[in-house]
């Protein structure tokens, strides 16, 4: 097993946060946490969705078995308030994975709301996203978005051949 953990690329629909601090939406949900420094706000409708790409580094045949997604949040209102984070890529071969944490509740502290989906085993294909969602009608503030992938590299083991010598290769034609 490998782990790698992937910053945020660029925005991607839907895109409905706003930048509260900060010189882009990509620098602002960046590490290192740098809390009121640079962040977005949900603003306080119901559902308001932020996404972003992911480029990790992954191959073709590496097999995702847990995906972890940071988020550094608090509530920016006078009451607490709810959100959730989630993912969605293309497996090798076509479809989609995708998954959405159940809520995290943002107090007025910046902190660490981390949502595990484990029990994968997805071969990595291409187009991952990560996105954050407030579900109730109160403002929710990240200032930290990221992903860590834990993965079998090579699909896993596979029933490949074990790499040859010239040797063994010359043995092998002329026997």
Known sequence: MA???AQVAATTSPDNWNLAAGASKVAAVTSP???ATTYLSSGSSSD???TFTV???LSTGDTITQIDITARARRSGGSNANFKVGYAFTPNGGGSQSDESSNNLSTNSWTD???SFSSLSVVWGSALTIYIKNTQAKSVDVTTLNITITYTPGGGGGSAQPPRTLHQVRMRINA
Do not use: E
């Open 3 to 5: 782990t790698l953990t």
């Open 48 to 50: 308001t969705i932020q």
């Open 33 to 35: 946490d740098d809390d």
């Open 55 to 57: 480029s990790p580094a």
């Open 113 to 115: 709301f981390t949502s």
